[in-house]
């Protein structure tokens, strides 16, 4: 059973459902999404993948830069536990990647030469749409406790129900084209990232924190701050310039 307290899980799950907010982040959320999805997994690092209006399938968020990596490369090479997911709308649970690895003959000897053993994967799915995944990757042949992979699958289903809701209350707007803002945004998210991590010569993932704690710290979108990096890059104390 997840570590956890059921006071904790009930603080997830709510978190997870408290979308109607204003200035919505669609990105923050998601990345939220992943870290709680971490915490329930206990040690897991955790990967997101949101399909655009068009079926295809693209990298969102993750709790770590190494489930990035590990989540561009399915998608690179149209292989691996996240797609199947997606493709099924059914959840791959407790795959060892070295006993199991015939399945993904190119993702699984990449996730285990990047430290990795197991592997479980999640459809976002609203009744019979999937629109995205949610994978969350082991460095241990350890599987999910058989009542985790419910609570996982149960967060990823809160929150594609939470996406549709902020679009009808909030926005009235088509779930795709919200998506699709989201993609976006997280192109120019990637962009400042390395710029960042480059100017203060720390790594991608600080680089990360630093532009989200910069946004929540002043009531800005993660794709607002992302572009003022891009474009104005000293124009922002204690990202790319000293405070001060």
């Known amino acids: ?19 109607l907010v204003d200035e919505f982040d669609l990105v923050d959320f998601l990345h939220v999404l992943t870290l709680r999805t971490a915490e329930i997994a206990s040690a897991g690092v955790v990967g997101l993948l949101l399909a655009d209006r068009n079926g295809h399938l693209h990298f969102m968020a993750a ?24 493709r099924t709308g059914i959840a791959v ?3 060892d ?9 190119l993702f699984a000897p ?14 976002l799915r609203l009744r019979a749409q999937v629109i995205g995944a949610l ?56 962009q400042a990232k390395g710029a960042v991590a480059q100017h203060r010569g720390v790594s991608v993932d600080e680089a990360f924190a630093l532009i989200r704690g910069y946004a929540r710290g002043n009531n800005r979108k993660l794709g607002d701050v992302a572009r003022a990096v891009i474009t104005n890059a000293g124009g ?7 405070n001060g």
Request: charged share 20%; hydrophobic share 45%; glycine share 6%.
């Open 93 to 95: 649970i407790n795959t």
């Open 97 to 105: 990647l070295r006993e199991d690895g015939a399945r993904w003959p």
């Open 110 to 123: 990449h996730a285990t030469a990047a430290g990795f053993r197991s592997v479980h994967a999640f459809p």
């Open 63 to 86: 709790s770590r830069e190494d489930a990035r990596l590990l989540e561009l490369f399915q998608l690179q090479n149209d292989e691996g536990p996240c797609l199947d997911a997606f």
């Open 135 to 190: 994978n969350v990757f082991g460095t241990t042949a350890a599987g999910l406790e058989p009542e985790d992979a419910p609570l996982v699958q149960a967060l990823a289903d809160l929150a594609s129900i939470a996406l549709v809701q902020e679009r009808t209350i909030r926005q009235g707007q088509v779930l795709a084209e919200q998506l699709q803002g989201a993609l976006n945004s997280r192109v120019i998210i990637e």
């Open 236 to 242: 922002i104390p204690g990202l790319t310039r000293p």
């Open 1 to 19: 059973m997840t570590t956890l307290s059921a006071q904790r899980l009930a603080e997830v799950f709510v978190e997870v459902s408290d979308t």
